[in-house]
């Protein structure tokens, strides 16, 4: 087995972190651990602390060290997080800690994956982008956008989004009491689908050069081309609007990312239609959403049957197909790092 290499100090707050020159470090013995592992410690030259190469796993310091592996299966199987945390024997609230780490660390895992992938992202160069639309605790009270923006022929996801929708129109008198009551406390509840279209768009765009071309396909929502020419300018894409009616099989030019938007309803616990499981509080849908974004890239393969690459290894964003233990073996160390 190779020995282990740091690259950098764990530390956050060290100033070998801004120094562009190689990490500076010393070797300093090994401690064992209660099942008998060796382990190497290190000392930092720049901050003089000492750390080992404990620090750099991702369940560093974790009191339930296998938890978001057995969580794991769960959480892309339609299990919401209550009955998950029943199954595991667990308290609710350890398990909602996880997921909020294993999401952080999706979201950085895959920012970085996309970046060695941009070259290849570009060669194929048409997305695809959807909304589609769920809730927070109350269908018609607080409806929820999520924007989806895929590879057309890899069915690499490049981003999702989450944002408000408006209440629903003619609301039966309770809920029209209800709706009054919350813009009391909250204020009026507005669209953010621009916002998180716009993000959604950026996204792509930090993955391109500059002469790049993106061709867009999308329904025929009129926000979207003024969006468009926001990030990438006037003549900086190609869209295409398809028609959202007729059947919606194999031969519907929208078919990948309805697909996608469909696979993601039925895997995810939150997003099936009316049901228990759907998320209390948004915030709780975008670590959920970028595990299961994790999964569909770097784990999953393109088509369920026989043994095809995954759609991270089809735009060359991973070089196989990847396991749970692969992804959340290694902390992601990020401008917000853990102290
Ligand atoms: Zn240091």
Redesign the pocket.
Known sequence: MPCFRPSQ?P?TA?P?RNLPSTFQYQKRGFYRTSKNRRIQRFW?K??R?SFSSQSFKFNYRLRYPRLHLDFWPFLISKVTLRQSARMLKVDRRTLAARLWRMGEHAREFHRQRCREASALLKSGGVFQLDELETYETDRRLQPLTVSVLIHRYRYFVIHAAVGTLPCRGSLAPHLRKKKVEREKVFGKRRSESRKIVTETFQALKDLLSKDDCPVVQSDGKKTYPRIMKSVFGQHGFEHRVEPSKGPRNRNHPLFPINHTLAQMRDNISRLVRRNWGVSKRRQWLVPHLWLWILWRNYLRPIVAEGNPPTPGELVGASTGRLTAEDVFRWRIFSSRDLQ
Do not use: V
């Open positions: 100090c530390w060290c070998s930092c720049s901050c602390r």
